[in-house]
């Protein structure tokens, strides 16, 4: 069975930064995209921001110029890189890595910014 083990939430103030990083247990093939999404309290959950197999990469406008994704294909592997922190930030962040027949979901990693 396939997990999505994401890693590096936490607390921090207001102006820090964080680095999310997300791990797929086992090999996945036919990646289309991967991408870290977040849910705040008593809201939705929103993309935050996406990258397909190409490098092609999109951004929530909350957060552009501020946090920058990246990924590696061949290890399953996506990170967020988290700048500028805002305390409307705070919310559990989750990974999702989709190939071409599903879509996979992390447990979710919770980040807090304190202001």
């Known amino acids: 069975q396939v997990q999505l083990v994401e890693s590096g939430g936490g607390l921090v103030q207001s102006g820090g930064s964080l680095r999310l990083s997300c791990a797929a247990s086992?090999?996945?093939?036919?990646?289309?995209?991967m991408g870290w999404y977040r849910q705040g309290p008593g809201k939705q959950r929103e993309l935050v921001a996406s990258i397909t197999s190409g490098g092609i990469t999109n951004y929530a406008d909350s957060v552009k110029d501020r946090f920058i994704i990246s990924g590696d294909n061949a290890k399953n592997t996506v990170y967020l890189q988290m700048n500028s922190l805002k305390a409307e930030d705070t919310a559990v962040y989750y990974c999702?890595?989709?190939?071409?027949?599903?879509?996979?979901w992390g447990k979710g990693t919770q980040v807090t910014v304190s202001s």
């Open positions: 999702n890595q989709e190939t071409y027949v599903t879509n996979y």
């Open positions: 086992i090999r996945l093939f036919s990646i289309k995209a």
